[in-house]
């Protein structure tokens, strides 16, 4: 009986494991996008993702929102390319690895969710 406890113990365990790994590197992605997302978008996009208006006047740009729907229906690959290339008077970011862009792109997805 003891053993029978031990081995559905330890068959949980294996199978719960991946879980709790996918969720810590879910959790440190996102922690990583808002660092840099507040680090190099927020004076532009603003905290909420809905864009600085003044700046958006001051530079001439229709609009800086990127949690609308436009923004909502355009392809991760499409919008990866904005973020390191840049985009009208956005500037490129050539210095984040493909692995922070992500990590942006998926922060400032969930700005819209």
């Not at 003044?54 to 499409?78: H, M, P, W, Y």
């Not at 973020?83 to 990590?103: R, S």
């Amino acid at each position: 009986m003891k053993v029978n406890k031990i081995i559905i113990g330890i068959t949980l365990t294996l199978a719960l494991t991946p879980f709790f790994v996918v969720n810590t590197a879910m959790a440190a992605d996102g922690s990583a996008g808002k660092a840099i997302y507040d680090k190099q978008c927020v004076s532009g996009h603003a905290a909420d993702g809905k864009g600085n208006l003044d700046l958006a006047k001051a530079l001439g740009e229709k609009e800086l929102n990127i949690v609308g729907k436009e923004t909502k229906q355009k392809s991760d690959e499409v919008l990866l390319k904005v973020i390191a290339e840049g985009a009208g008077k956005m500037p490129a970011n050539k210095k984040l690895t493909k692995d922070e862009q992500k990590a942006v792109l998926q922060y400032s997805r969930s700005l819209a969710k």
